[in-house]
């Protein structure tokens, strides 16, 4: 990549930042033991809540992690040894809850899909019904799958279940609705949907999640991610630990021009917008449509005339300096990944529409 070249970038995360976000990560930061941070810290908490829809007794933790370190501090928190979790297991990020557990020594009950494919709660096995919580991304992006969580909201509630859902790359593309699709933790972050540098991890809980969490902070061998201790600080818009203080301030502006402009619906039809944009403009090129549920947060892709996959990827950053999202493992020479999260359009989206129909006239 020559960085001295304007670049175009389709990664679902990091995403295109808007330019207000980015100015805002230029300021010096201030001491944050203040109450002008609890305060930007506890509004921007209001903000969030109105966006999943959760209700007034829902709490937002912020963490110093990636999503990843979100999800161990969740499995660690939310499970025990004496508890199993049920996985649905449709891809990279799926097996991440399944190897969270196994690390963690958490009893797993893995639901594994074939890469691509929806979930049918009706063929989750029994052993389903006998876990305490279940643990699904929301959208598997590595496959590109949107799973219905509405539908495994409601199978977690009939059978007990308490319903755990990682929206790293859902928030702020696809509905989301704590309270009907009855989540109890969410776990987001901030370089998809919400288009920030990387570096906070958040996590929206229900009341039931904050008492599991209040009960077991006693047994938990952990300090960093000991979330009652979050919680407790959260109370006074306080972290324990040192939060990612430049990521923090590009959040509440972001959270404040959302609000101004349409919230979370406006946000959503902008990504289905582009999403239905691209697809259209790209037919006719030798690319299928890998997911048979795609999200509107991207769009995976086949190659269906004998090309690699992770090939086209480089090519594509060689010649025309955009960047796209190459698979791993299985995948890697069979799917590749288009985000349309963050601040695209369709004029942005254009510069790749067009590359790919340079590359494939060659």
Same mark, same amino acid.
């Given at each position: ?30 001491? &944050?033991? =203040? @109450?002008?941070?609890?305060? +930007? ?6 903000? #969030? *809540?109105?966006?999943? $829809? ?116 859902? &928030?702020? =593309? @696809?509905?989301?609705?704590? +309270? ?6 969410? #776990? *987001?972050?901030?370089? $998809? ?170």
């Amino acid at each position: 990549m020559d960085k001295n070249k304007e670049f175009y970038i389709f990664t679902p995360g990091p995403v295109k930042m808007p330019d207000y976000v980015l100015e805002e990560g230029r300021r010096q930061l201030p001491y &944050f033991r =203040t @109450d002008d941070f609890s305060r +930007l810290a506890l509004e921007s908490q209001e903000m #969030i *809540l109105e966006l999943v $829809k959760a209700g007034p007794d829902f709490k937002v933790i912020y963490m110093a992690a990636s999503g990843t370190g979100v999800m161990e501090a969740v499995v660690l928190n939310l499970l025990s040894k004496t508890e199993t979790a049920l996985v649905i297991n449709g891809g990279t990020f799926g097996q991440r809850f399944v190897d969270l557990c196994r690390v963690l020594s958490v009893p797993c009950f893995e639901h594994k899909l074939p890469y691509g494919e929806p979930l049918e709660t009706a063929a989750i096995a029994a052993g389903g019904a006998r876990s305490a919580t279940m643990l699904i991304n929301g959208h598997e992006t590595s496959t590109g799958v949107l799973f219905d969580i509405a539908r495994t909201g409601e199978y977690c509630s009939k059978n007990g279940l308490m319903h755990v859902v990682d929206a790293i790359s859902m &928030f702020l =593309t @696809d509905e989301i609705d704590m +309270l009907k699709m009855n989540i109890d933790a969410l #776990i *987001l972050s901030s370089q $998809k949907g919400l288009a920030l540098a990387p570096g906070l991890g958040l996590l929206v809980l229900s009341p039931r999640a904050q008492e599991k969490i209040r009960e077991s902070a006693a047994r938990l061998g952990s300090l960093y991610f000991r979330l009652a201790d979050y919680l407790n600080d959260m109370a006074r818009g306080q972290n324990p630990y040192t939060p990612p203080l430049s990521v923090m301030f590009q959040m509440y502006a972001r959270l404040k021009h959302i609000r101004a402009h349409g919230g979370a619906a406006a946000e959503i039809r902008r990504a289905q917008r582009v999403a239905a944009y691209f697809r259209a403009h790209i037919q006719g090129l030798p690319l299928a449509v890998f997911s048979k549920s795609p999200p509107n947060a991207m769009t995976s892709l086949s190659p269906t005339d004998g090309r690699l996959a992770h090939r086209i990827v480089k090519d594509i950053e060689d010649r025309y300096n955009i960047f796209v999202c190459p698979n791993g493992g299985e995948l890697r020479d069979k799917v590749f990944r288009v985000s349309h999260m963050g601040d695209i359009d369709e004029a942005y989206t254009d510069v790749l529409i067009r590359a790919l129909q340079d590359y494939y006239s060659r």
